[in-house]
């Protein structure tokens, strides 16, 4: 529990490249437009999906994955649709699954600017680097390493059954996944934003207008999307996760993130990419994640209006219809809404129904 608690500090998501093919799809969604949507099964750890908005006369990419050889690979692909410059990259939260690529565009592209939250901007270089210093240190993710292996080792659970197929391949990617960013990211320099906002900030390229919008609080306090109005396009960032969301406690706001995803259903995209999972052609998914906050917010600040402590609230607060929606018969996505959802959510509103001053 605490090697999970330390890795949703600094991911919520990641990717293995070598001996591998390459574990994205490059999914056209507009003219010009194109989302490299990752392969990797949801796990306890993942890789975050990129997109590269290709203009006159350069490209946009928003995210840029977990490690530098995942972006690498997928700067290759873009490099096999158009040899236009990147000059704007775009992180739409702090974690590491959409940021640690950041350099591999630099190095690449030296006047590329990077645009981020103005919260970002403040996250990475305090917040953020205390947490990668603890998901690097032994009991982070070298620990989590270690769990993973002797798992697959022994092919069981920690309740002495034996793993289904769906865990031993979710596992083994987790394991690819975390192995990749102990290999590669310690020695990366972080990019910090060179360009922030706090509300709105909009690109204009040839016929193109690329609006940049802050909604509100979700996953982080420092969530942007992207909107492409005239193709009808947003780019959602981990305010959209699928098959579940991950949330963070205390970085995420489940108590704001109905509220929030509300804005960003009002934009009427016809096409949302999300953080992590496949495109969307509708607004269902976004619905039934804004249900869920919704509930966990009255829930919880019920339990907070009767004077319930946080564990008197864990167990008050009563999410079974969702987690049977979210999760279906999968054991693996039982694990993820367990720990990233029913755990964290409930704290995080917990603590930010609690609040009484700067929260
Ligand atoms: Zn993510």
Request: include cysteine.
């Given at each position: 529990m605490r090697i999970l608690c330390l890795l949703i500090l600094i991911l919520l998501a990641p990717v293995f490249t070598l001996a591998?093919?390459?574990?994205?799809e490059m999914v056209k969604?507009?003219?010009?437009v194109y989302a490299a949507i990752?392969?990797?099964?949801?796990?306890?750890t993942v890789n975050g999906n990129s997109v590269f908005i290709i203009n006159d006369r350069d490209v946009i990419v928003v995210d840029t994955t977990l490690t530098p050889g995942t972006a690498k690979e997928e700067l290759a692909a873009l490099r096999r649709l158009t040899n236009k410059p990147v000059t704007y990259v775009i992180n739409t939260h702090w974690h590491d699954d959409h940021i640690m690529g950041n350099q591999v565009y630099r190095d690449a592209f030296p006047h590329a600017e990077f645009i981020a939250h103005v919260k970002t901007r403040e996250y990475l270089p305090t917040t953020g680097l205390a947490n990668r210093k603890q998901a690097m240190a032994p009991d982070g993710y070298p620990a989590f390493i270690n769990f993973l292996r002797s798992l697959l080792e022994r092919n069981k659970k920690q309740s002495g059954e034996p793993l289904s197929a769906e865990e031993r391949s979710t596992y083994a990617s987790d394991l690819e996944i975390a192995e990749s960013y102990m290999a590669e990211n310690p020695g990366v320099e972080i990019v910090l934003p060179t360009i922030t906002l706090d509300d709105r900030l909009t690109l204009y390229r040839g016929e193109r207008t690329i609006d940049i919008r802050y909604l509100g609080?979700?996953?982080?306090?420092?969530d942007i999307v992207v909107y492409l109005q005239k193709e009808g396009v947003v780019i959602t960032g981990d305010l959209v996760i699928l098959p579940v969301p991950y949330v963070g406690?205390?970085?995420?706001?489940p108590g704001d993130w109905s509220a929030t995803l509300q804005r960003l259903i009002a934009l009427h995209a016809s096409v949302i990419i999300p953080g992590h999972g496949p495109v969307l052609r509708d607004d269902s998914y976004l619905q039934l994640m804004s249900r869920l906050f919704a509930s966990i917010r009255e829930q919880v600040e019920a339990a907070v209006r009767r004077g319930e402590t946080l564990e008197q609230t864990r167990k008050s607060v009563k999410l079974d219809e969702f987690r049977k929606t979210f999760v279906g018969e999968s054991p693996v996505r039982r694990a993820i809404f367990a720990n990233y959802v029913i755990g964290p959510a409930v704290a995080a509103a917990f603590h930010d129904a609690s609040c009484k001053a700067d929260c």
């Amino acid at each position: 529990m605490r090697i999970l608690c330390l890795l949703i500090l600094i991911l919520l998501a990641p990717v293995f490249t070598l001996a591998q093919s390459e574990q994205f799809e490059m999914v056209k969604v507009a003219e010009d437009v194109y989302a490299a949507i990752r392969k990797e099964p949801p796990g306890l750890t993942v890789n975050g999906n990129s997109v590269f908005i290709i203009n006159d006369r350069d490209v946009i990419v928003v995210d840029t994955t977990l490690t530098p050889g995942t972006a690498k690979e997928e700067l290759a692909a873009l490099r096999r649709l158009t040899n236009k410059p990147v000059t704007y990259v775009i992180n739409t939260h702090w974690h590491d699954d959409h940021i640690m690529g950041n350099q591999v565009y630099r190095d690449a592209f030296p006047h590329a600017e990077f645009i981020a939250h103005v919260k970002t901007r403040e996250y990475l270089p305090t917040t953020g680097l205390a947490n990668r210093k603890q998901a690097m240190a032994p009991d982070g993710y070298p620990a989590f390493i270690n769990f993973l292996r002797s798992l697959l080792e022994r092919n069981k659970k920690q309740s002495g059954e034996p793993l289904s197929a769906e865990e031993r391949s979710t596992y083994a990617s987790d394991l690819e996944i975390a192995e990749s960013y102990m290999a590669e990211n310690p020695g990366v320099e972080i990019v910090l934003p060179t360009i922030t906002l706090d509300d709105r900030l909009t690109l204009y390229r040839g016929e193109r207008t690329i609006d940049i919008r802050y909604l509100g609080r979700g996953h982080t306090s420092g969530d942007i999307v992207v909107y492409l109005q005239k193709e009808g396009v947003v780019i959602t960032g981990d305010l959209v996760i699928l098959p579940v969301p991950y949330v963070g406690d205390p970085q995420s706001h489940p108590g704001d993130w109905s509220a929030t995803l509300q804005r960003l259903i009002a934009l009427h995209a016809s096409v949302i990419i999300p953080g992590h999972g496949p495109v969307l052609r509708d607004d269902s998914y976004l619905q039934l994640m804004s249900r869920l906050f919704a509930s966990i917010r009255e829930q919880v600040e019920a339990a907070v209006r009767r004077g319930e402590t946080l564990e008197q609230t864990r167990k008050s607060v009563k999410l079974d219809e969702f987690r049977k929606t979210f999760v279906g018969e999968s054991p693996v996505r039982r694990a993820i809404f367990a720990n990233y959802v029913i755990g964290p959510a409930v704290a995080a509103a917990f603590h930010d129904a609690s609040c009484k001053a700067d929260c």
